[in-house]
């Protein structure tokens, strides 16, 4: 039963940061309709100019917001100076996707390069401002900390956020159309280029939060928020590309069942599971576990 609750927990806090990263994609998505595969390398120049503030002052708590607006500049950016000419220029047909994406692959090496040239390509700690043991309950010590809770309760946090924002406010109203029906939001007074910019800035802020929170615990490294795009993609697809409410789940999912495998099989599966779970969904439910026309209000 130990065990048992002690994966559950790990699961969760797991979850949690896939989950942001999940969103992430999802809102890049239901602004622009495009994969952005450059989230993980915008996310660590973030997580970068994090570390730079706790390096400076040892304040994490500044670090964090810091960080966000860091990451929605930088998203607000690539949006503007690469995304938007880019749909401009390239045709109305089949390739204009498939250039978007090649682009955001082709810059994620790009922010690869540029931060292992500013901060070198060793490896930097960012400490947790809260503690990392595990908290004792009776007799029984549970692999669940104070970080643990700080990240869960941060990503509940944001994932409430967006949702008000995509659900409750004419902001909103104007992402989902600028996405769904540009031109009609176009000819009702929305300023579509505007509107994907501030959905790709959102999307920068989410990844930069991710980055920040997952990093204490571990090494930051130009590479080292990578794997969480790979776990955030999935979890993205498994919940549906279109639902903030299913990059949460698929996140928690994901996260639950990586746990599991790790405590009760071994942790030599970790990174085949998600691509077979992913596998298996787009089989059953190519739209994801919460997908179709009701994902778009979610």
Known sequence: MDQLISAILIGLSQGAIYSLMALALVLVFRSTRVINFA?????????????EVVTRTGNYWLALPIAAIAGAIVGAAVESFLMRPLSKRASKGAIAPVASVILTLGLLGVLHSG????????????????????????????????????????????????????????????????????????LSGVRVDRIRAIGWAFAGAAGAIAGVLVTP??????????????????????????SLIGAALGGILLGLTLSFVGLYIGT?????????????????????????????NA
């Open 39 to 51: 989230q993980a390398g915008q996310a660590v120049i973030s997580t970068y100019i994090g570390w």
């Open 217 to 242: 615990g571990s090494a930051l490294s130009p590479n080292s928020l990578d794997l969480l795009l790979v776990f955030g993609f999935v979890a993205a697809v498994i919940g549906g590309l279109e």
């Open 115 to 186: 931060a292992a040239i500013i901060w070198k390509g060793d490896q930097k700690l960012l400490e947790s401002p809260v503690s990392a043991m595990g908290v004792t309950v009776g007799e029984t010590v549970y692999p669940f900390s104070q970080t643990d809770f700080l990240i869960i309760g941060t990503a509940l946090l944001v994932m409430l956020t967006f949702s008000f924002i995509f659900q409750r406010t004419n902001l909103g109203l104007a992402l989902r159309a600028s996405a769904f029906q540009p031109e009609i939001a176009r």
């Open 268 to 296: 030599s599966l970790t990174f085949v599971v998600p691509f077979v779970i992913l596998i298996l969904v787009l089989l059953i439910k190519p739209s994801g576990l919460i997908g179709g026309r009701k994902s778009r």
